[in-house]
């Protein structure tokens, strides 16, 4: 279940969630998306892989917006509460600049502090209802909310990189901003951990991503291309490569495959199988 929180997190957050029971598929890849996300684990303990090795989590992790793949290890029964971040969202709940943690989980109790974590994880476990588990959460995070030097910047110009899908030229955002461009990109790594450049590319990439059905007949890649705003099609399957390590037919042969084999399953957009 999920549901979206109640102001002021409203402008931080998409949305919480509980989760629980069985994974789809041991293994699943998340592609990078623009949103940051915190888990709070209260079932074993799972796996999280960015680069090589993968990391173990008990408690739970904390993710910046992400530049790749990540790939998720579940243990057969999983049980947690969460929160998907707006990119900017996660920064005023950060005891650090979120560029430090790209493509680098860190657990919660590296964000919080192991009492705080520690504390927080039993409450939530002894909780009588999921809704109640999300309620104990939101008030957790109103708390524990606080001002954040450039948010209101970073916010406003994230948002006029998303109605854009992306598709706005860097240049100009500074310019509507009132604010150079180094000054501008250097807010972003403090607070999303990515460039305003980078976190367009995002945009971009999820915007084309949502758009193709892979319940539907043959993709027309050129169209598709053309409309999301990218030079021409060998440069929309090289980013494609560059976020998810797949190419275009190949992330569609895989997200069939979820259909087929879990339709109507609550994670099948987004999430990939990775065996």
Known sequence: MS???????????????????????PRLTLPPMPSALLILNLGPPFHVRTGTDPTTYTDGCVITTPTRAIEFCYPPATRSVGVHF???????????PAA???????????????????????????ATSPDDMLNLLENELTRRLRETTGLGL??????????AMGAVPIADLSVAAGVSSTHLAQRFKELVGV???????????AATVLAVDPA???????????????????????????????????DVDVRRRFLREHPGHALNVGPLPAD
């Open 86 to 96: 707006k990119p900017w969202g996660l920064a005023p709940f950060l005891q650090m």
């Open 3 to 25: 549901r979206a929180p109640r102001p002021p997190l409203t402008a931080l957050i998409d949305d919480l969630y509980y989760l629980a029971g069985t994974p789809p598929y």
């Open 154 to 163: 970073v916010r406003h110009t994230s948002n006029l990189i998303a109605s």
């Open 100 to 126: 430090e943690l790209r493509d680098r989980p860190v657990t919660v109790e590296q964000l919080w502090g192991h009492r705080t974590a520690s504390e927080l994880r039993e409450r939530l476990a002894a």
């Open 195 to 205: 460039t305003p450049k980078r976190l367009a590319r995002t945009y971009r990439f």
């Open 216 to 250: 539907a007949g043959p993709v027309n890649w050129v169209d598709l291309a053309a409309r999301a705003g990218y030079f021409d099609q060998a440069h929309f399957g090289h980013e494609f490569r560059l976020f998810t390590g797949l190419t275009p037919t190949r």
